[in-house]
């Protein structure tokens, strides 16, 4: 049975055995939960154990042990010491008393459970522990338990929060709880392009996409009216935002203060064909409506990257209209 369930935790994704095991080898077992225990056979002086509460540490540890005296892994004395010897709590009493500590500990601590830090406080710690200790996203994961990946979405979601914090002009409307926007955006890769999100700097580099993603955040003033932000709902609303920012006309619609974030919404839809019947057709018809939409001024006074694009234009149609049938 123990074999089962020891395999059971090993190869079911959802424990995360492997975090929990690197966490353990890098700093040693940190005993800030007691393990809960009860009596389960042997003998007197060998008395066994069955595992109430904290089968995922012991399943670590055991695996940990079992490499090391394998030969699989190399420990410490200080981290072997910490492993060997764990200490634990043991129910006792009567066997309905016994049951019902276990349901209420299991009540306690997966139903109520124990309250978590918020998502931007996670993200502060992560971006402390890799600025003042460690320097590289790998070590800070093993230390916490999380995945490389997960840490480096969150320090960048702070960072990015942080610039917001710094800008003249919008930092005193950052607030901690604006992080998830900052988290999704990051996540997003079209939203991470379409700021210019650098790796190097940790920054937003496109001032005109990061000023309006800061406007998406904030109160927007229309006449006398003061309107909540654009954005409310940074899970749902930040993943459709990249179906946004590469589309020129809903990015313009997303900008004007009078119109809604549902408003663009609506306005990206129109522009995606739901499959490939009439693609062509739906193509050419966003293009003329594109070309309809600068002023006469525009057309007549263009600037080089407008007679850049043309140009492009230009060669394509002249290419397409050489085996394309216009009669």
Same mark, same amino acid.
């Given at each position: 049975?123990?074999?089962?369930a020891?395999?059971?935790?090993? %190869?079911?994704v959802?424990?995360?055995?492997?975090?929990?095991?690197?966490?353990?080898l890098s700093?040693g077992?940190?005993?800030?939960?007691?393990?809960?225990?009860?009596?389960y056979?042997?003998?007197?002086?060998?008395?066994?154990y069955?595992?109430?509460e904290?089968?995922?540490?012991?399943a670590?540890l055991?695996?940990?042990?079992?490499?090391?005296?394998?030969?699989?892994?190399?420990?410490?004395?200080e981290?072997?010491?910490?492993?060997?010897?764990?200490?634990?709590?043991?129910?006792?009493?009567?066997?309905a008393?016994?049951?019902?500590?276990?349901?209420?500990?299991?009540?306690? $601590? =997966?139903?109520? @459970?124990?309250?978590?830090? @918020?998502p931007?406080?996670q993200? $502060?710690?992560v971006?402390e522990?890799y600025?003042?200790?460690?320097? !590289?996203?790998?070590?800070?994961?093993?230390?916490?338990?999380?995945?490389?990946?997960?840490?480096?979405?969150?320090?960048?979601?702070?960072?990015?929060?942080?610039?917001?914090?710094?800008?003249?002009?919008?930092?005193d409307?950052?607030?901690?709880?604006?992080? !998830? *926007? *900052?988290h999704?955006?990051v996540?997003?890769?079209?939203v991470?392009?379409?700021?210019? *999100?650098?790796?190097?700097t940790?920054?937003?580099?496109?001032?005109?996409?990061?000023?309006?993603?800061y406007e998406?955040?904030?109160?927007?003033?229309t006449?006398?009216?003061?309107l909540?932000?654009?954005?409310?709902?940074?899970?749902?609303?930040?993943?459709?935002?990249?179906?946004?920012?590469?589309?020129?006309?809903?990015?313009?619609?997303?900008?004007?203060?009078?119109?809604?974030?549902?408003?663009?919404? $609506?306005?990206?839809?129109?522009?995606t064909?739901?499959?490939e019947?009439?693609?062509?057709? =739906? !193509?050419?018809?966003?293009a003329? =409506?594109?070309?309809?939409?600068?002023?006469? %001024?525009?057309w007549?006074?263009?600037d080089?990257?407008?007679?850049?694009?043309?140009?492009?234009?230009?060669?394509?149609?002249?290419?397409v209209?050489? *085996?394309?049938?216009?009669?």
């Open positions: 049975m123990q074999d089962r020891l395999n059971y935790l090993k %190869d079911t959802g424990f995360d055995l492997g975090a929990l095991r690197d966490s353990i700093n077992f940190v005993p800030f939960e007691q393990i809960v225990v009860e009596r056979g042997g003998t007197e002086d060998l008395p066994t069955l595992v109430i904290g089968n995922r540490r012991a670590a055991k695996t940990i042990l079992s490499d090391y005296q394998g030969g699989a892994l190399d420990l410490t004395p981290k072997l010491e910490t492993i060997q010897t764990v200490s634990a709590i043991e129910i006792l009493g009567t066997d008393e016994r049951l019902n500590y276990q349901k209420t500990l299991m009540a306690i $601590r =997966h139903v109520a @459970g124990i309250r978590e830090w @918020g931007y406080q993200a $502060r710690l971006v522990m600025d003042l200790e460690e320097g !590289a996203f790998g070590p800070v994961a093993k230390r916490i338990g999380i995945g490389p990946r997960e840490v480096a979405r969150r320090y960048r979601a702070s960072k990015a929060l942080e610039q917001m914090e710094k800008d003249e002009e919008f930092g409307r950052a607030e901690p709880r604006l992080y !998830a *926007f *900052f999704e955006a996540s997003q890769p079209k991470r392009d379409w700021l210019k *999100f650098s790796d190097a940790y920054t937003a580099e496109d001032a005109d996409s990061r000023r309006l993603f998406l955040l904030s109160p927007r003033p006449g006398e009216v003061m909540p932000p654009k954005l409310q709902n940074a899970t749902q609303q930040v993943r459709q935002l990249k179906d946004i920012v590469d589309k020129p006309i809903p990015l313009k619609v997303l900008a004007d203060p009078e119109r809604s974030f549902e408003d663009a919404v $609506r306005a990206a839809d129109a522009e064909p739901q499959d019947t009439g693609v062509l057709a =739906h !193509a050419l018809g966003v003329l =409506h594109a070309l309809l939409q600068p002023s006469i %001024d525009a007549l006074t263009p080089e990257a407008a007679l850049t694009t043309w140009r492009s234009l230009v060669g394509v149609v002249d290419k209209r050489k *085996f394309m049938p216009v009669e």
